[in-house]
């Protein structure tokens, strides 16, 4: 048993180690197992946070990729574009946005596949959007062209030369520089100038020099840095001074002047920066302040989500910068870097939230900007209407407007009640675009002369809705359109003389519209040519597809006299305004309004009116003892200056008359007021007669009224008797006072009858009041004291006829009228007193004493409208004012549309456009005519032996002529089509030819060889139509047939030497000197049977001022046309003493003009009349060559 206790125990104990094995293995394999759950909790930690980062920085990879290679791609593109922004600031800051944009377009070509994908915009590549938004907020434009020449006037390296019309930029420009600068502005003019220049330069200032016209020659050293060393230190000469040169030191020159005169050796000083505005700059300029006004609150959301959306940029820039920086200066084990996990996640999600924000910003500003597109119209609207404007001084220089007057136009059209209602934001677009058309129109034409209103009107309407003038037809309308010949069309035959080569001219161009409104074939056409108002009242047969403006068309060809009244009609209706009249031009209305006292106000007057009086009663009453007058001239340009200095700081009203004296000076007057701060209540009041030299900026700043004389009789007379004082008129007798009022008649006639130019007078002549006044000083004592006896009438009439008035005088014609009318007034019965049963002019009673009140209440009674018999004229002597008025109105239009850069630089492409109606005209020409054949034939003719005469001598010099007529147009158009098509190297002389054609005037070759009409469609057509006619001339002649058919003079190039000629040929068969010969006419062949040689019967001679019948001239009706086609007449030399056909009591003398226009004569004819000769002379009777004008 002990021994099994010794073995059990021994057993025992051997478990017991087993155990204790078994347990150190089990203690062993659980610190294992822990182990590895610390090592499985530690990967799983690992892989979590490795798993985390690669899904933070997974997304910001693809980004930043994405960035690495638009970074490396734009890097390689940075020396294209540094390239590219350097070539901007120095070559195109001087031009507009269309040009510039044209400029890059170009060098990216020329750069290459290197350019590929620049797509380069300067205010990208040197600037930022929040930079652009400071700028805006300061008061720069935010249109394209403004931001860009920001940006030139930032990085040039040379002075920026500004020029700003309106002076917003200039304004930006120093308030920006006076953030980081001190800045100093100053005028030339300023007596400070020199003083301020000097500081400048020395202590590193920037200087704004404004109102500069030219570069002084005191900035040249500085412009051209022409610095000199003095020790350790740099100086330039600053006038007669040596100043030191601090490199902080800044110069700016600006001018509102839009041409300065800058010479080449000047402009290469500087960098030329030009804020003229433009179209689509000026229309992102109305748009905002028609948001400002209408919505403000979407204009200050845009900002505001503008000022946001770059606070978000830069903001996750910075979270992107923090987090790159704190991958890169991490250290360990990036996986177990609690904080920067941290951090990771926290700039994630803020990246996320603001990507999120700036998307949703995106999209809000997309929604605003749709909101803001509503009111575009408005604003497409008023930059139509201001570029209108600005076309004007191609009229007139005296025309011209600035955008800051403008805007105020626009900002009184946005304060309107207008529109609105219940029809919303369309409704009231529509009131705000009617109300500004009409509101510029009223503006504008206030400083418009009377003829050129209409023209604005149509300009403007053409400008606002272009829709209603088709290209073709407006070019038709204006002649800019070249047309052809007559073709296969037939004129009908009710369409008279004078109208047959406009209504064949719409044929050709138009054969649609002639087709569609039955002018050919519908009789109604006929009965409606006879109607009093033809514009309000169309066949009733013509179809609706033909539109108002083609309407206008027809009318033109057939009614031109009624076409006047119908443009007004339409232009008024396209406008929506009642009628064409202007705004109030009261000096009182102008007063109030021009209530801003940096505004001059002037004054354009014509001759016969003065302003002045008006102006001192308004003055004594609204301002009285304030008014300081004074008349300027040579040595009053001083006074004038100290006198506006003084006005303007006490609050006077200055007014300087006669500006046109002084035109050099004003630019001087203009620096003076810019740099003036005037008292509120300071008006300064300018008068000048138009003048081509007269300042732009003064004419531009100023509020601008036209004066013109009311035309009429009785007005004239008034304005005579409110010149001559009752003292004057009841000094002596009643005799004298009525020959006064005689003298005044005649002078009032004799000035008005220059409203009938050129039937009245052939040219306007400046009767003036000081020609009043030398004859009243010569009849006022001619009329003696009361006496009855005559003074010595023929001295009168003398001295009339040849010092006072008949000096002016040109021509033979007038001077008769002139002499019909003295004869007629200055008689014994009217100088003598016996005229009191009289009336003058059978409408005006003789008053029987001398009061002047009289006289006045005489002149009263008075039509208001001048009926052309008050005159002697033909009764349908306005038919052919009015046709004149629409011919100086179409002429006006023409030379608006007509681009203003004719002689420009060659473009291709315009070229193309607007010639190719010319070039396509004179190929008709060549295919319908065979000219180049009848050129030749011409050319190379030669007449027999049989045929040597000196009529058809002439007639084979003017067939050469018409050769090298046809030579010269063929040999300029052809080399233009060749330049146009690249077929040929632009030559100067092609250039200058196409220039000219481009202005619609007459090449000088031309002209030199033919002086026809002065358009060049017109001169072909002519020259064409003679070279045409020549040929048929000439085969008479080959049939020994000419003097025996009837000729047409318009068929000629020089019609007077076929009278010289004619002349020559009597002169050699009478076997008489040609000075022995006079020329004379007759309306049958019979009338010469003694004549040397057998008459020479003439055809379709034109007829104005009366009607020829079968017994002679007639008075033409109201209602007949102002041209009439003469009878055949016969015309011949015959022997200087020899009698005429009919007798001196019941004949006349007319002059047969080469055109309608009356400038060249061609001869004297004697006509049969039933009237007496005064009657034919005061009627402007006369016989026309050709209806061309």
């Known amino acids: 048993s002990k021994q099994r206790l010794v073995d059990c125990q021994e057993q025992l104990g051997s478990l017991d180690g087993r155990v204790k094995g078994l347990k150190q293995n089990f203690q062993q394999k659980t610190a294992e197992a822990e182990g590895l759950k610390l090592s499985l909790d530690r990967a799983e930690t690992t892989l979590s946070a490795a798993l985390q980062l690669i899904e933070k920085l997974g997304g910001e990879r693809g980004r930043w990729d994405r960035q690495l290679q638009e970074l490396t791609a734009e890097l390689r593109r940075v020396p294209h574009k540094a390239m590219m922004a350097a070539a901007f600031i120095t070559y195109l800051a001087d031009e507009e946005e269309a040009t510039r944009a044209a400029t890059i377009a170009r060098w990216g070509e020329v750069l290459g596949a290197g350019a590929a994908g620049l797509d380069f915009s300067l205010q990208r590549f040197l600037s930022s959007e929040g930079q652009l938004l400071s700028w805006k907020a300061q008061g720069l434009p935010g249109d394209t062209l403004s931001m860009d020449n920001a940006l030139v006037i930032e990085y040039s390296r040379c002075v920026p030369f500004i020029i700003d019309p309106s002076s917003q930029a200039t304004s930006w420009l120093v308030k920006h520089l006076q953030q980081g600068a001190t800045v100093e502005t100053v005028t030339p003019n300023e007596q400070r100038f020199s003083t301020a220049l000097e500081l400048s330069v020395r202590f590193g200032k920037t200087c704004v020099v404004q109102e500069v016209d030219t570069i002084e020659a005191v900035l040249v050293p500085i412009v051209r840095r022409d610095l000199l060393r003095q020790g350790p230190r740099w100086v330039v000469q600053v006038g007669e001074k040596q100043i030191d040169y601090n490199d902080s030191f800044r110069l700016i020159l600006a001018t509102r002047n839009q041409t300065p005169l800058l010479p080449p050796d000047s402009a290469a000083l500087v960098t030329l920066v030009n804020f003229s505005v433009t179209r689509g700059g000026l229309e992102g300029q109305l748009l905002g302040l028609t948001i400002q006004h209408e919505q403000p609150e979407l204009e200050s959301q845009k900002s505001a989500l503008l000022a946001a959306e770059e606070e978000l940029k830069v903001h996750l820039e910075d979270l992107e910068r923090l987090l790159l920086n704190e991958l890169a200066t991490s250290t360990g084990n990036i996986l177990e870097n609690k904080a920067l996990l941290e951090s990771l996640n926290e700039t994630k999600a803020k990246s996320n939230t603001i990507s999120e924000k700036l998307k949703q910003s995106t999209e809000l500003q997309v929604s605003l900007d749709r909101q803001r597109d509503v009111y575009r119209p408005v604003a497409v609207i008023g930059s139509a209407v201001f570029f209108a404007l600005v076309d004007l001084r191609r009229l007139s220089h005296m025309y011209q407007f600035s955008l800051p007057g403008f805007l105020r136009l626009f900002k009184a059209s946005l304060a309107a009640p207008v529109g609105g209602g219940g029809g919303g934001a369309q409704e009231r677009i529509k009131g705000l675009a009617v109300d500004l058309q009409q509101r510029t129109y009223q503006a504008v034409a206030r400083s418009l002369i009377k003829e050129d209103r209409l023209t604005f009107a149509l300009h403007l309407a053409r400008s606002l809705a272009p829709h209603e003038f088709a290209e073709a037809d407006w070019s038709l309308f204006t002649r800019k359109q070249a047309g052809g010949m007559s073709g296969s069309f037939s004129v009908p035959g009710w369409v008279p003389a004078d109208r047959k080569a406009d209504v064949a001219l719409l044929s050709t161009t138009l054969p649609q519209l002639v087709q569609e409104s039955g002018l050919a074939s519908n009789p109604e056409w006929a009965q409606w040519m006879g109607s009093p108002s033809p514009e309000t009242m169309p066949p009733r047969s013509m179809p609706s597809s033909v539109r108002r403006f083609q309407f206008l068309l027809l009318l033109q060809a057939l009614r031109p006299e009624r076409l006047g009244a119908a443009l007004t009609s339409f232009a008024c209706d396209l406008l929506r305004l009642p009628n064409l009249g202007t705004a109030p031009s009261s000096l009182q209305h102008v007063a109030a309004e021009g209530n801003d006292p940096t505004q001059p106000i002037l004054m354009i007057t014509t001759a016969g009116v003065d302003p002045s009086a ?576």
Not at 665 to 680: C, D, I, M, N, R
């Open 614 to 1189: 008006e102006l001192e009663d308004l003055a004594s009453r609204v301002m009285p003892g304030r008014f300081k007058p004074l008349a300027m001239g040579g040595q009053q340009t001083g006074p004038a200056l100290q006198l506006v200095r003084e006005g303007a700081q006490r609050g006077d009203w200055v007014c300087l008359k006669n500006l046109h004296l002084v035109v050099g000076w004003v630019p001087a007057l203009a620096k003076e007021l810019s740099s003036l701060t005037p008292h509120p209540e300071f008006r300064l009041w300018l008068t000048t007669e138009a003048h081509p030299s007269f300042s732009p900026i003064v004419l531009q700043a100023s509020l601008k009224v036209t004066f013109e004389a009311p035309p009429g009789l009785q007005r004239n007379l008034m304005r005579t008797y409110e010149t001559w004082a009752p003292e004057y008129v009841e000094t002596g007798s009643v005799q004298r006072a009525q020959t006064l009022f005689v003298l005044a008649w005649f002078h009032a006639l004799i000035q008005e009858r220059r409203t009938y130019i050129p039937q009245g007078w052939s040219k306007f002549y400046e009767f003036s009041s000081a020609d009043l006044r030398s004859a009243a000083d010569l009849l006022a004592p001619a009329a003696g004291q009361g006496s009855g006896a005559l003074p010595d009438l023929e001295m009168v009439h003398g001295l009339l006829g040849t010092s006072v008035y008949g000096g002016r005088l040109e021509t033979g014609a007038d001077k008769r009228v002139l002499d019909s009318y003295m004869r007629q007034y200055f008689t014994g019965e009217l100088i003598a007193g016996r005229g009191g049963a009289r009336a003058l002019g059978g409408v005006l009673q003789m008053p029987q004493s001398a009061r002047h009140a009289d006289f006045v209440r005489a002149i009263a009674a008075l039509p208001p409208v001048d009926s052309p018999a008050l005159f002697g004229l033909a009764l349908n002597a306005d038919r052919a004012v009015a046709s004149r008025t629409s011919s100086y109105v179409i002429k006006s239009l023409r030379t608006l549309s007509t681009a203003a850069e004719g002689a420009a630089a060659f473009e291709r492409e315009r070229w193309s456009a607007e010639l190719s109606p010319l070039l396509t005209l004179w190929q008709k020409q060549l295919q319908q005519n065979d000219l180049l054949k009848l050129a030749s034939a011409g050319a190379s003719a030669v007449l027999g032996v049989h045929l040597d005469t000196p009529v058809h001598r002439f007639v084979a010099l003017e067939r050469k002529k018409a050769a090298a007529l046809v030579e010269a147009v063929d040999g300029t158009l052809s080399s233009i089509a060749r330049v146009v098509r690249g077929a040929e190297l632009l030559t100067a002389s092609t250039q200058a030819d196409g220039a000219t054609l481009l202005a619609l005037t007459v090449p000088s070759a031309w002209a030199d060889l033919w002086e026809g009409p002065p358009e060049p469609a017109a001169w072909i057509r002519a020259a064409v139509a003679r070279t045409v006619g020549l040929a048929g001339w000439w085969q008479r002649i080959e049939q020994d047939a000419l003097l025996g058919s009837p000729l047409v003079l318009a068929e000629l190039l020089s019609p007077s030497n076929l009278l010289n000629a004619l002349r020559q040929q009597t002169a050699r068969a009478a076997k008489c000197s040609i000075d022995s010969l006079r020329l004379s006419c007759a309306l049958e062949a019979a009338a010469f049977r003694d004549a040397p040689a057998p008459p020479v019967q003439v055809h379709s001679l034109l007829l104005q001022g009366a009607l020829m019948s079968p017994s002679g001239l007639s008075e033409a009706p109201p209602d007949a046309p102002f041209l009439n086609l003469m009878p055949p007449l016969f015309v011949a030399w015959i022997p200087a003493n020899s009698p005429d056909p009919y007798p001196a009591e019941r004949s006349v003398s007319l002059t047969v003009y080469l055109d309608t226009e009356r400038e060249r004569t061609l001869a004297e004819l004697i006509l049969p009349c039933a009237a007496t000769q005064t009657a034919w002379i005061q009627a402007g009777a006369a016989l026309f060559v050709s209806g061309e004008h």
